[in-house]
């Protein structure tokens, strides 16, 4: 199976003929059983069979914590922030203190660009 994916995609790789030297790119995911709940299996069997399972419990609750880890951080992702940014950058203007950051700002980017042509 992975020959023939294989070939194919060289097959349609080598006939792109368009020209811009790019060629074609290719993506493969595989579709598995979620490992969470294959995990979950295996520690149920385990348990029925009265067998040691404390290394499959600790992989499951790795798994679980990098799950939820992974929701929290597509939460943040996701998540709209320019009316605080939108806010803060009000509020110093406000206090008179945004400009100040402003020409810090510039001026550290002026000296990197400097250092950068050395």
């Not at 598995?32 to 979950?40: A, F, N, V, Y």
């Not at 149920?44 to 939820?68: F, G, I, N, T, V």
């Not at 605080?84 to 660009?113: C, M, P, Y």
Request: hydrophobic share 35%; charged share 30%; proline share 2%.
């Amino acid at each position: 199976m992975i020959e023939t994916l294989q070939g194919r995609m060289q097959e349609i790789a080598s006939a792109d003929t368009s020209g811009h030297g790019q060629g074609i790119s290719f993506s493969l995911m595989a579709v598995t059983e979620d490992r969470i709940g294959t995990l979950e299996e295996a520690v149920a069997l385990a348990m029925s069979e009265e067998k040691p399972c404390d290394h499959l419990e600790a992989e499951l609750q790795q798994l679980r914590a990098e799950r939820e880890k992974g929701r929290h951080e597509n939460v943040r992702r996701r998540h709209n922030y320019m009316p605080a940014i939108i806010e803060l950058l009000k509020g110093l203007s406000e206090k008179g203190k945004l400009q100040g950051i402003v020409d810090a700002t510039v001026k550290r980017a002026q000296e990197r660009a400097e250092a950068n042509k050395a």
